[in-house]
């Protein structure tokens, strides 16, 4: 595939970790990308090796909605054409509940899931009124094993990836099917990045929770002895890329893609147990139904709607 008609892809989050990693992939496959981050001096190397005809770069900080707006203007003046979108940019916040201050909190959903709802937002109308009819496009939205099950220390990061995970699966069932767009939930596992390094705010432990019996102290300990794996992970970064560039690739993807062992056996094992719960407590379900309310009937509505 030449460079002039091969995939054009949004990565934003692109100057490290799995962004980074996706981004050079990308470039070295003959593929196009629009590269965001909040400082663009980072790709230089990037930049002095590809040709502006295969890579832009745009400074954008995904809180601010008039720099999003304007990175999807520069793409189209650019390359005219997008075709798969990645939302990737944030970070980590470790912390008790308790203890967190509300600002950090607030600041961790507003790039976790508020970013990525305004980014998607623009890639909708750009898929489906900038790309000719029908063309359509992907939205890979990034979010983590962390966003199909929580722990201690990371109830702020888990919801804003939970709630990222809500908002995925509902624009996926509003996209009309002739707009051709599909948005993924991609799930990692530990990376080797920059992931519970740089890329994490620690707050410091409340002395409640600093007892031999706290779950939260034991998560903590737990998670800083992975990084013998090199970045708290057991997945390549650099595999990862490759990955994301099939999972763009394939005709019908899944709403879920775990990246990672530790990332399905975690989601595995969480959506098992919710199946068997429902099971043992079934009867306590059914009993606030209306009177004469069928349920045999109602579960055959749901089941035949396939929602």
Known sequence: ?????SRIWFITGSSQGLGRALLEEVLASGERAVATLRKPTVLAPLVEKYASSQLLVVPL?????AQIVAAFEATKKHFGRLDVVVNNAGYGLEGEIEDTPEAEARKQIEVLFWGPVRITKEAIKFLRDVNPPGYGGRVLNISSVGGYSSNPTLAFYSAGKFALEAFTEAFTKEMLPEWNIKGLIIEPGGFETEWGGSSMIHVPIHPRYQGPTSPGLAFRKMREASHQYGG??????????KVLMQIASMPNPPLRIQLGTDSLMLVRNKALKTVRDGETFEEISHSTNKDGIDKDQILGMIKEANV
């Open 61 to 65: 900080d995904v809180t601010d909605e």
């Open 1 to 5: 595939m030449s460079t002039s008609d």
């Open 232 to 241: 708290g992970g057991i997945g390549d970064p650099n595999k990862g890329g």
